[in-house]
């Protein structure tokens, strides 16, 4: 008599830690100016009568009234003139150009067939805003593939945005198992990927040592250099190593080496190279050519977002990307303000933010 046997249970796959179903995307924080809709004005503009009259007016007008620099002076036989604003309330348009000294026959062809339209602010930098202000008028558009990239999400490839991604996974583990819940950030060196330094807020600590500030002043031990006074044991390093792990806490640095799962991660920051070292490779950026120099060329994982104070000091330490994961409230990158906005500033950093499932509980 046969017996049936059931055939043995297929192994279940390791689950993945829960975290892994939490960080759904990465989008860009891009200045107000690439998402908003531009805004309209209202302009005066005439009807030509003829196409000869063309060359005449558009050259008087543009040595006279050089406005509408982003837009297309002429559509058809219409001709911008001038912004509406600028014409007195008391003025008729023909009274507002005799101030210029315009020929006769140019004047008189202003001054046919006008009317006031609507026409865009500003250029356009993205092509969904530029399909939006030709519906009002003709405008100039130099398409920047860069920004479209961070625009629709395709700046990242595959391969990148995993380890992005895990990043932000090891920042909220880091902070559970390590730090007590408190933030944590993760400078790292992209050549590699490479884990320069990482940096928790402590409890007991002064009002400006949040993790931003810390992180920052972890990244300069692994210079050789560092101010903030800590009783943390750093790891050390092997004379053999040509990286350093000085801005890596022992703390942190023993927990991942202990985790099967983050065996494969590279530790270390390049070491400080002499001044006459430049490596002369084209198209690379500072830190290929001249070495490791505050966060040059670096990029910076905060598990909240930094505030003024933080995103200022990432400026002044010229991070090349700033990605954090929960949004705080006194956030500067996009909760209160927008600091890499700013172009007065001297330098500018990217910012993303990574997307999490509605109403998970990352914590």
């Known amino acids: 008599m046969d017996i049936a046997v059931a055939p043995p249970p297929?192994?279940?796959?390791r689950k993945s830690h829960a975290l892994d179903q939490d960080i759904t995307g990465i989008r860009a924080i891009?200045?107000?100016?690439?998402?908003?809709?531009?805004?309209?004005?209202?302009?005066?503009?005439?009807?030509?009568?003829?196409k000869q009259q063309l060359q005449a007016v558009i050259q008087e007008l543009s040595q006279k009234l050089p406005h509408f620099q982003h837009l297309k002076r002429v559509w058809d036989r219409s001709v911008l003139i001038c912004p509406s604003s600028e014409i007195g309330v008391?003025?008729?348009?023909?009274?507002?150009?005799?101030?210029?000294?315009?020929?006769?026959?140019?004047?008189?062809a202003l001054c046919h067939g006008v009317r006031v339209v609507d026409v865009p602010e500003r250029m356009p930098r993205l092509r969904v805003q530029y399909e939006k202000t030709i519906q009002h008028w003709p405008c100039k558009f130099h398409p920047n593939h860069y920004s479209e990239s961070l625009r629709n999400g395709t700046n990242f490839?595959?391969?990148?945005?995993?380890?992005?991604?895990?990043m932000a996974q090891l920042l909220v583990r880091l902070s559970r198992d390590v730090n007590a819940g408190r933030p944590v950030g993760?400078?790292?060196?992209?050549?590699?990927?490479?884990?320069?330094?990482?940096?928790g807020a402590s409890e007991s600590a002064s009002p400006h040592e949040h993790c931003g500030m810390v992180l920052v002043?972890?990244?300069?031990?692994?210079?050789?250099?560092?101010?903030?006074k800590t009783d943390l044991p750093f790891t050390e390093d092997s004379e053999a190593e040509e990286t350093t792990l000085r801005g890596i806490p022992k703390a942190y640095y023993d927990y991942l080496r202990k985790d099967d799962e983050y065996k494969d991660l590279t530790f270390g920051a390049e070491k400080s190279r002499e001044s006459k070292e430049v490596e002369h490779v084209q198209g690379a950026d500072n830190l290929a050519k001249f070495g490791p120099y505050l966060c040059t060329g670096y990029d910076v994982y905060?598990?909240?977002?930094?505030?003024?104070?933080?995103?200022?000091?990432?400026?002044?330490?010229?991070?090349?990307?700033?990605?954090?994961?929960?949004?705080?409230?006194?956030?500067?990158?996009?909760?209160?303000?927008?600091?890499?906005s700013v172009r007065e500033l001297n330098h500018h950093y990217e910012v993303f933010q990574f997307t999490t499932s509605e109403g998970e509980d990352l914590t």
């Open 10 to 13: 297929s192994k279940r796959a």
């Open 30 to 50: 891009l200045p107000d100016e690439f998402d908003e809709d531009i805004a309209l004005i209202k302009a005066h503009s005439c009807q030509l009568e003829t």
């Open 90 to 108: 008391s003025q008729t348009l023909e009274q507002h150009l005799e101030q210029f000294a315009f020929s006769e026959h140019v004047l008189r």
């Open 157 to 166: 490839s595959a391969g990148q945005r995993i380890f992005h991604k895990r």
């Open 186 to 199: 993760i400078c790292v060196d992209p050549r590699q990927p490479s884990i320069v330094s990482i940096a």
């Open 217 to 228: 002043d972890f990244v300069a031990r692994s210079q050789e250099g560092g101010a903030t």
């Open 302 to 340: 905060l598990l909240q977002e930094p505030c003024l104070m933080c995103s200022m000091a990432l400026v002044h330490s010229r991070a090349k990307r700033v990605f954090f994961l929960r949004n705080s409230e006194n956030g500067a990158l996009v909760s209160r303000f927008q600091l890499h």
